[in-house]
C-alpha cells in the first residue's frame, strides 16, 4: 500500500486579505498556515507544502513542522499551477489529500477519514 501525501497549498498572494493571511495569528496563537499544516500532517503520511517564491519565512515555519517545501515557480498563475506542481513533485505517491493553507479549521480527525477513505 503506497503512501498518502497531503499537499498544502500554500502559495497565494492574498490580494482580498490585505496582508499575508497564511502567517495571520489565530485566536488560540497558532499562525493559519502552521495550523493547516499540522492538522494535515495528524492525517497524512507526509506532506508537501508549494509556496510561492519570495515565502521564505513561511517555507521556514512549515518546514520545522515537518513539512518537505517547495517553491512554485509559477504560482502566479493560479492555484491549479501549485497544485500541478505539488502532484508532479511526489508523484511516486498512492494517493494526495488536497488542502489549502488558509482553511485551518478542518480537523485532523475529518482529514484522516478522507485519508483512510483513499486507502
Known amino acids: 500500500m503506497g503512501s498518502i501525501v497531503g499537499?498544502?497549498?500554500a502559495a497565494g498572494a492574498s490580494r482580498r486579505f490585505g496582508a499575508?493571511?497564511?502567517?495571520?495569528i489565530l485566536p488560540n496563537?497558532?499562525?493559519m498556515a502552521v495550523r493547516a499544516c499540522r492538522n494535515l500532517l495528524a492525517g497524512t503520511d507526509s506532506v508537501l507544502a508549494v509556496v510561492r517564491p519570495g515565502s521564505e519565512?513561511?517555507?521556514a515555519l512549515l518546514q520545522a513542522e515537518g513539512a518537505e517545501v517547495r517553491v512554485c515557480a509559477d504560482a502566479e498563475q493560479g492555484m491549479s499551477a501549485s497544485l500541478v506542481f505539488g502532484v508532479r513533485t511526489r508523484s511516486e505517491?498512492?494517493?494526495?489529500?488536497?488542502a489549502l493553507a488558509?482553511?485551518?479549521w478542518i480537523a485532523p480527525t475529518t482529514i484522516i477519514k478522507v485519508?483512510?477513505?483513499t486507502r
Open 115 to 117: 485519508a483512510n477513505g
Open 29 to 31: 496563537g497558532d499562525l
Open 20 to 24: 499575508d493571511k497564511l502567517t495571520h
Open 102 to 104: 488558509d482553511m485551518p
Open 7 to 9: 499537499i498544502l497549498l
Open 93 to 98: 505517491a498512492a494517493g494526495w489529500l488536497i
Open 57 to 59: 519565512q513561511l517555507a
